[in-house]
């Protein structure tokens, strides 16, 4: 198992930069495929962006590509997401998650962060 921790959200202008980490602690934290999601009130969770293990493989989500950087620090078993060009629209919870599988569906991944607040103003 692997226990998730996120943190670094809060409330940030539009065209505004935040930074997310995901702290991880439990099993072997290379051994995962790292993933971020977010949830607006009233949306289903949507995937974002994922690391592969080693660190070496990513893919994003459209509305974020471009915009987002995911990145992982398997010494320190943390993961990054840096968001650039903040939009309203990226207001939401950011979780966190952990799977062994090359997915982007919520259900694949086994292991969640609780979340962090993220809220964009116009």
């Known amino acids: 198992q692997v226990q998730l921790v996120e943190s670094g959200g809060g409330l940030v202008q539009a065209g505004g930069s935040l930074r997310l980490s995901c702290a991880a602690s439990g099993r072997s934290f290379s051994v995962y495929i790292m993933g971020w999601f977010r949830q607006a009130p009233g949306k289903e969770r949507e995937f974002i962006a994922r690391i592969s293990g080693s660190g070496s493989n990513t893919s994003y989500a459209d509305s974020v590509k471009g915009r987002f950087t995911i990145s992982r620090d398997n010494a320190k078993a943390t993961m990054h997401l840096q968001m650039n060009v903040l939009k309203p629209e990226d207001t939401a919870v950011y979780y966190c998650?952990?799977?062994?599988?090359?997915?982007?569906?919520?259900?694949?991944?086994?292991?969640w962060g609780q979340g962090t607040q993220v809220t964009v103003s116009s």
């Open positions: 998650a952990a799977t062994t599988l090359w997915e982007t569906r919520a259900s694949s991944f086994a292991y």
